[in-house]
C-alpha cells in the first residue's frame, strides 16, 4: 500500500506517520515537505528510511503534486497556512489553501484517478457562532469569518475538490487541534484574543487525529468502511472536549501557575467574527473509527509531563507574566487593541459591532458575563451553561429541506436554494428523486444577489452546505446579503444587528 501526504510536518499528521508504518509492514509512505531538515523527518527517515520517500518542495508546484499522485492508493492532504501566518501573507494562504487543491485534484483524475483522497478541510468555514446557536454539523451555512483568508481559502479548495468528480474522497472538516507545544506559540502572536471567551469550542488532541487517520487506513485494509468515502465529516473530540475559549485560557494558564483572571483581561478579547462551535455530528467518524480518547483537563496534564519547564511559571510574580508574556502582545498589528488605538474601523466594526461596543467592554472580571459562570453574554442575567451542552437539547439550524424523509428529490434542491437565495436553472434531466450518480451532477444555478450563473451538485447544495460563491467566498461583501436569505440569517442575525445590513467590508487585499 502507498500512501502520499501533503502537511506531514504538521499537528495533525505528525503523529500519524508512526501509527501508519506500525500498522502494516507493507505501507510506504511518501511525503511532501518545504523542510527536509525538520526534526520529526530525520527521524521517520532514521528509522523507516526503506519505506519512507521525502520529496523536497510545496503543494504549489504541479511537478512535485505529479510525483505524490502518481503510484499512490491514498493520498492524505493536510496541507495548509493557518493563522496568524495566513493572516500575514494572504497570498500564500490563496496558494496553498486554495489554488493547490485544485492541482491536487485535477492531478489525480488525469494521472491516478484510483487514487483515493482524503482531505483535511477546517471549522473555519462556517464562521462565526455563540451561545444563541453553539451547535453546528455538515450542511450548516458556510460563512468564513471576514478576515479569515484562511477559512475562506480553505472552503474554496474544498468546494473544488468535492464538486471536481473525484471517483473516491472524503473531506473532514476539522476543528481545533490541542498540541504539545500550543501554550508557547501563543504567546508570540495576539491571535488568542481573536477568540472571544464565551466560543463554544469542541476541541480534538493531535493524538486522536492521529488514531483516527491510522484507523481509517487499517479499516480500508480490513475492508470494513466502504460508506465512508464520498461524503463530507465533523472532526471534534466529543464531549470531553466541548469546553469556552475562557475554559481554555483557564486551565491553560493554570499550568504557569494563574488563570485567565490572574493573566489577562476581559476586554481584550473580541466578542465575534472567530469560528468554532460544539460538533453535533462529531459522533459519526468516532462511531465509524472509534478514535476520541483524550480528555480536556487529560490533555493538560499531559503538557505538563512533557513539559515540566512550565511549571516554572509558578515561581514568577503573576503581574510580571501578564507584563512580559500576555500585554506586550496587545502592542502588535494583529491585537484588537492595536486596532482600536489606531481606529482600525473595518477591523473594529467586523469584530465588535462598532467602537462604543469594543470601548465599552468590562475590564473587570467581576462585570464580565461568562457562560461558565452561568451567565448570558448579552444581558448578564441567569443562564443554564450545562443544559446549553446536552446535546440533546440541542437547537439545530435549518437547511430548507425535510432532512427525516431519507431521500431527496429536485423539489428538495430547488426549496433549498431559494432558502439561499440560488434559483435552479437547469436541472440536468433530473426529475423526482434524486439518487446514485445524480447526487453528484453539477445543475446550473444563479446566484439572486449577483445574477452570477455557476454549477453545483444537489450534494454540495444539499450536504456540504455550499451557497453562491459570489456571495460567501469572497474576501469583501455586503452584510446584506447574509441578511437577506433565511439560510444565511438564522445565524447572522446571532451576533449582529439590523443597523448593521448595510455595511460592506472590504479585506486588505
Known sequence: MNISITGASGNMMKGSLKLLFNLDSNIKI?????????????????????????????????????????????????????????????????????????????????????????????????????????????????????????????????????????????????TGILYANILMNNINDPLMFHTPLNVPIEWITDTDSAILIRNIIKAEIDGTCPQFWNNIYSLGGGDAMRVTGFDTFQVGFSLMGGNAYSFIRPHWHTIRNFHCFWMYDSDELENMFHFQNDTFEGF???????????????????????????????????????????????????????????????????????????????????????????????????????????????????????????????????????????????????????DDEFTLSPFGLLRAGYGSPYVTEGRAWKEELFNRYPFYNQVWIDSHTESERDRVYKSAV
Open 300 to 450: 493538560f496534564d499531559r503538557v505538563l509531563k512533557e513539559f515540566p519547564i512550565i511549571k516554572l511559571g509558578k515561581l514568577v510574580p503573576k503581574q510580571l507574566i501578564t507584563l512580559f508574556v500576555f500585554k506586550r502582545l496587545l502592542r502588535y498589528p494583529n491585537s484588537p487593541m492595536y486596532w482600536l488605538k489606531h481606529n482600525m474601523s473595518d477591523k473594529i466594526n467586523a469584530y465588535y459591532g462598532d467602537k462604543d461596543i469594543a470601548r465599552n467592554l468590562s475590564r473587570e472580571w467581576d462585570k464580565y458575563p461568562l457562560l461558565v459562570n452561568n451567565q448570558n453574554p448579552d444581558t448578564g442575567e441567569a443562564l443554564d451553561y450545562n443544559a446549553l451542552k446536552e446535546k440533546k437539547n440541542a437547537v439545530l439550524l435549518s437547511h430548507g429541506y425535510d432532512e427525516t424523509k431519507g431521500e431527496v428529490t429536485i423539489d428538495d434542491v430547488k426549496n433549498a436554494a431559494e432558502f439561499r437565495g440560488l434559483k435552479v436553472v437547469d436541472t440536468h434531466g433530473i426529475t423526482g428523486k434524486i439518487e446514485g450518480d445524480d447526487l453528484h451532477t453539477p445543475l446550473l444555478m444563479k446566484c439572486l444577489s449577483t
Open 30 to 174: 511518501k511525503i511532501l515537505t518545504r523542510n527536509p531538515k525538520a526534526k520529526c523527518i530525520k527521524e521517520w527517515m532514521k528509522e523507516y528510511s526503506s519505506r519512507l520517500e521525502v520529496i523536497v518542495g510545496s503543494v504549489s508546484e504541479r511537478s512535485k503534486i505529479e510525483e505524490l499522485v502518481k503510484d499512490a492508493d491514498y493520498l492524505i492532504n493536510a496541507a495548509a497556512i493557518i493563522p496568524p501566518l495566513s493572516d500575514r501573507h494572504p497570498d500564500e494562504s490563496l496558494q496553498t489553501n486554495r489554488n493547490a487543491q485544485v492541482t491536487i485534484a485535477d492531478t489525480i483524475k488525469y494521472l491516478n484517478p484510483d487514487c483515493a483522497l482524503i482531505h483535511i478541510s477546517t471549522i473555519a468555514t462556517y464562521g462565526n457562532r455563540n451561545y444563541k446557536h453553539p451547535w453546528g454539523r455538515v450542511g450548516d451555512p458556510l460563512m468564513p469569518s471576514l478576515f479569515d483568508y484562511y477559512g475562506s481559502d480553505k472552503l474554496k479548495g474544498e468546494r473544488y475538490i468535492v464538486e471536481s468528480g473525484l471517483k473516491k474522497w472524503a473531506v473532514i472538516r476539522q
